[in-house]
C-alpha cells in the first residue's frame, strides 16, 4: 500500500564569508574526488562480438547482454538504461566475456544511453547503443491459450478506488463517498478488512455492504498479510466475504518473502471456506524480480488469486508512467493472471500522469484500473478521475523476463512448475542451474526455438502453453528455506534486491 515520500533535505552553509569560501572549496575537492573513484565506462560491445546487428554499431535485443569495457567496474552495480521517455536498471556481471548487462525487458527500442553506478551512488558518464525490439513470438495452436484471456470478474473492471482509513474518506459519509465515486466513474470500492490474524477491522460489515450495493458500488474488502498465522488470516478473509463482499484482494508484500508454505496453506484455507470460483486477487510488488523470495507463483497459482494487481506506484518507484508500467507489465504477465494494476494518486502526482497511466494500461488490455487511495486523493485529481482518458497509448511489446542460468527466484520456480511436465528432469527449486538449463535447451529444440538455454518471447509462450505442475511446499520433502521461515524452494531465502517502492510506516 501506500509508502510516504523520503523528504530531502537541504544543507544551509554559514554566514561567514571565510567560512563559506573554505566550504565551497571543500565541496569542489570532493566533487572532484568523488568523479575521480566513479565508475568509468569506455564503450560497449556486443555479446558475441560477431552477432550480426552488430556490423555498424552496438545494437542488442532486449533480454539480451551487452558488454560494458571500462574501469572501476564490479559485478553487483547497477547499469541504467536510458531513454526519452523512462529508464530501467539491470545488475552488472563478470562473466567469460568480460562485464556484462542484460537490456531489461520494458526497454523502448530505439536509441538508449548505459551507463553504470557503483554502491556509493557514484556514476559513469553515458555510452550510447542501439536496443532492438524483440521478436515477434511463434504461432502456437488455439489450445493454448492462457488464464487472462478468459473474462475477468466483474467487480475487478472498470475503475476502482482503495479505503484505508474509512473516518478519514470523507469522514466516513456513505452518502458523500457514493457522490464523489459516481461523479469519479468509480465502480468498486476496496476497503480494508483486517490486518494479520486477530486484527479485524470493525469499518468492514455487512450494513457497510449494503448501504454501498444499494447505491449501485461494488463493494470488495482487502486484508493485510503477514504468514504467521496463515489458516487465521484466511478465516478473517473468508468473513469479510459472508459480509457479502464482491471480491476479496490480499496484500501480501515484505512480511511474506520466503513463506511459501504459509502461502499455500492460507490459499487452501481461504478457498476450503468461499469456494473455488469466488474473485479473488493479489496486490503485491510490482516488480516481482526484485522480489526472488516472494510467493507470487502461489498466490497467483492454481487455486489462488484470478486477479493481479500490482502496485505500480510509479512516483515513489522513481520513474515515469512508461518506463514503470513496462517492467510492472513485463515480470507480471508470465504468471497468465488478468493484470488490473494499482495506481498512484497520493504524493503530489500530475494529473498528466493519472492519465498517461490509464491510456498505457489500456493499451496493455488491463482488466481494471484501481487507486490508492481514498484519502489522500486531491480534489483537482478527483476531477481528473471523472474526465475521459483519450485513447489507449502506442507501445512497444515490454518483452518478457530473460531467464538464463544462474537466475534465481520465483520466476525461475514458474517457468520449472511449466517445464517439468515437459522435461521431468527440471528440479522445482527456484534455481536456473545446469539440470534446469539442460531442460530448457531439449524443450526449445523440441519446439524448433533456438537452443539458448535462455527464455525469449517465444519460449515463455511455448513454456507457458504447458500444464502447471504445482509443488506442495507443506509436505515434509519440502527444502527449508531457512531459521525461522517457511519450507519451500531454494530460492526461498533469497533476500529482496530491493524495495523499489520506498518503505511505508506498519499499520
Not at 478519514?168 to 459519509?173: A, T, Y
Not at 485529481?381 to 520465483?410: E, F, H, I
Amino acid at each position: 500500500m501506500p509508502r510516504p515520500r523520503t523528504v530531502r533535505r537541504r544543507a544551509v552553509l554559514g554566514t561567514l564569508a571565510p567560512l563559506g569560501l573554505i566550504l565551497v572549496a571543500a565541496a569542489g575537492t570532493g566533487t572532484a574526488d568523488a568523479r575521480s573513484r566513479a565508475p568509468q565506462l569506455a564503450g560497449a560491445r556486443c555479446v558475441p562480438a560477431t552477432a550480426k546487428s552488430c556490423k555498424s554499431g552496438v545494437a542488442v535485443a532486449v533480454g539480451k547482454q551487452v558488454q560494458l569495457r571500462g574501469t572501476r567496474l564490479a559485478a553487483g552495480q547497477r547499469v541504467s538504461f536510458r531513454w526519452s521517455r523512462g529508464a530501467l536498471a539491470a545488475g552488472l556481471k563478470r562473466s567469460r566475456a568480460g562485464y556484462v548487462a542484460r537490456v531489461p525487458a520494458g526497454t523502448r527500442a530505439g536509441k538508449v544511453s548505459v551507463t553504470v553506478r557503483d554502491k556509493a551512488g557514484r556514476r559513469s558518464k553515458a555510452v550510447a547503443i542501439s536496443v532492438l525490439a524483440a521478436p515477434k513470438p511463434v504461432s502456437l495452436p488455439a489450445t493454448a491459450v492462457l488464464t487472462s484471456d478468459v473474462t475477468p470478474p466483474a467487480a475487478f473492471t472498470g475503475n476502482g478506488m482503495w479505503i484505508w482509513e474509512l473516518p478519514k474518506s470523507d469522514g466516513g459519509d456513505l452518502a458523500a463517498i457514493v457522490a464523489k465515486a459516481r461523479a469519479a466513474s468509480i465502480s468498486t470500492v476496496f476497503v480494508k478488512s483486517s490486518d494479520g490474524p486477530t486484527n479485524r477491522w470493525a469499518q468492514f460489515d455487512a450494513p457497510l455492504v449494503a448501504a454501498l450495493h444499494a447505491q449501485g458500488l461494488r463493494v470488495c474488502a482487502w486484508q493485510f498479510v503477514y504468514g504467521t498465522s496463515p489458516e487465521a488470516e484466511a478465516r478473517l478473509g473468508a468473513d469479510a466475504v459472508a459480509a457479502g463482499a464482491d471480491c476479496l484482494v490480499i496484500d501480501a508484500e515484505g512480511q511474506y518473502e520466503g513463506k511459501y508454505a504459509q502461502a499455500q496453506r492460507y490459499i487452501t484455507t481461504l478457498r476450503a471456506s468461499i469456494g473455488a470460483a469466488y474473485p479473488v486477487g493479489l496486490t503485491s510488488f510490482p516488480y516481482v524480480d526484485y522480489h526472488p523470495g516472494l510467493p507470487f507463483s502461489v498466490f497467483l497459482g492454481a487455486g489462488g488469486a484470478q486477479v493481479n494487481l500490482p502496485q505500480v506506484y510509479w512516483k515513489d518507484i522513481g520513474g515515469t508512467v512508461d518506463a514503470v508500467s513496462a517492467h510492472a507489465y513485463a515480470h507480471n504477465r508470465l504468471y497468465g493472471r488478468h493484470i488490473a494494476p494499482l495506481g498512484q494518486t497520493y504524493g503530489s502526482v500530475p494529473a498528466g500522469d493519472v492519465q498517461r497511466f490509464r491510456q498505457v494500461w489500456a493499451a496493455y488490455g488491463a482488466a481494471g484500473l484501481s487507486w490508492w487511495s481514498w484519502q489522500a486523493t486531491p480534489a483537482a485529481l478527483w476531477t481528473t478521475l471523472g474526465t475521459a482518458a483519450g485513447p489507449p497509448a502506442v507501445l512497444p511489446d515490454p518483452g518478457w523476463p530473460a531467464l538464463g542460468k544462474g537466475a534465481k527466484g520465483d520466476e525461475v520456480v514458474w517457468l520449472q512448475q511449466h517445464l517439468v511436465s515437459a522435461v521431468p528432469t527440471v528440479p522445482v527449486d527456484g534455481v536456473l542451474g545446469t539440470s534446469t538449463a539442460d531442460g530448457l535447451r531439449a524443450f526449445q529444440t523440441a519446439h524448433g526455438l533456438p537452443a539458448t538455454g535462455t527464455t525469449d518471447a517465444a519460449t515463455w509462450t511455448a513454456v507457458l502453453a504447458q500444464p502447471l505442475t504445482p509443488k506442495d511446499w507443506t509436505s515434509a520433502g519440502a527444502t527449508a528455506a531457512g531459521a525461522g521461515r517457511a519450507t519451500g524452494p531454494r530460492s526461498a531465502g533469497l533476500p529482496a534486491r530491493r524495495d523499489e517502492i520506498p518503505p511505508a510506516a506498519r499499520r
